[in-house]
């Protein structure tokens, strides 16, 4: 509950969907969030701030390293890979430069996705393509469940401007449409035709 506190308490002020649901289950549970100063957040990344006097951060592997968070937090990381599956995501959480844990939450895909595919395909669309900040393992799983075309997987916000805009250099695939579920998506909706 403490883990899920503080990496709640940071998330408060952060635009990702999976801040906004772990403040949503911290809220289920009736825990008591504290307001963080002095955040900071990458995109698609992790958040960072002050909490309680001291500095958390929440997020991915690589946004905890940059910020100093070494030494066991790899380990514990490739640990925890070896358990992910389909539609898991792992978020880390650290104190004061030390990993304190980790939450793995679970997403399931809609049960409409895969008709949802079928109905484009049967509209004209020829290329679907999922364009996400998920590990390739994992998008490569949900992306074949689902029936698309082909998966871009590890993406941060810029890279999916990169998607974008190399499919909208092929005259064959245009126009391109994206759909979006977050402000991590914002700059490439914006370019999409």
Known sequence: ????RLAASIDQLSAHGLGAAL???AHDR???LSIPTDATEGLGQGIEGV???SSV??????WLTARGYG???TSVAAALDQTESAGQAKILVGVDGRLIGAIVMA????ADAAGAVAALRDAGIREIAMVTGDRGSIADEIGSLVGVDRVYADQSPEDKVDVVRSIQ???DLRPVVMVGDGINDAPALALAD
């Open 169 to 171: 250099l092929r005259p």
């Open 51 to 53: 909490l309680d006097g």
């Open 71 to 73: 030494g066991a937090t």
């Open 30 to 32: 009736n825990l008591e």
């Open 1 to 4: 509950d403490e883990i899920l």
């Open 107 to 110: 997403d399931h895909v809609r």
């Open 23 to 25: 403040v949503r289950e």
């Open 57 to 62: 951060a929440v997020g991915s592997l690589d």
